[in-house]
């Protein structure tokens, strides 16, 4: 089992970035596709984006095309989400998440397929 220690949140106004890191505690963390998820008050936890093993592929939520990346770096056990353009409706809980994927290639976008969570990070964007 990995576990996963969020960090870079914070209080940024509109227009401006915020870097977040997630840090997984396995030597093993390179085997995990990696995702981004967000909460937002009295909202369901979504989908931001996601890597696959090796970092060639990822997957975003519409929301935040062209805004946000999502990298990897598996020798330090970390995945990025560099946040550009950041929007007052990007204000939200983002929680760092590993699955299990069965080839190389996979990555996923659905909640239920992330079994490692992390605690979150607070993320405000102001007006």
């Known amino acids: 089992q990995v576990q996963l220690a969020e960090s870079g949140g914070g209080l940024v106004q509109a227009g401006g970035s915020l870097r977040l890191s997630c840090v997984g505690s396995r030597e093993t963390f390179s085997r995990y596709a990696m995702g981004w998820f967000r909460q937002a008050p009295g909202k369901e936890r979504r989908f931001v984006a996601a890597v696959n093993w090796g970092g060639s592929l990822t997957e975003y939520a519409e929301s935040v095309k062209g805004r946000f990346t999502i990298s990897r770096d598996n020798p330090k056990n970390t995945v990025t989400l560099q946040m550009s353009n950041l929007k007052p409706e990007d204000t939200a809980v983002y929680y760092c998440?590993?699955?299990?994927?069965?080839?190389?290639?996979?990555?996923?976008?659905?909640?239920?397929?992330?079994?490692?969570w992390g605690q979150g990070t607070q993320v405000t964007v102001s007006s």
């Open positions: 998440a590993a699955a299990d994927p069965d080839n190389t290639l996979q990555l996923f976008t659905a909640i239920y397929d992330y079994p490692y």
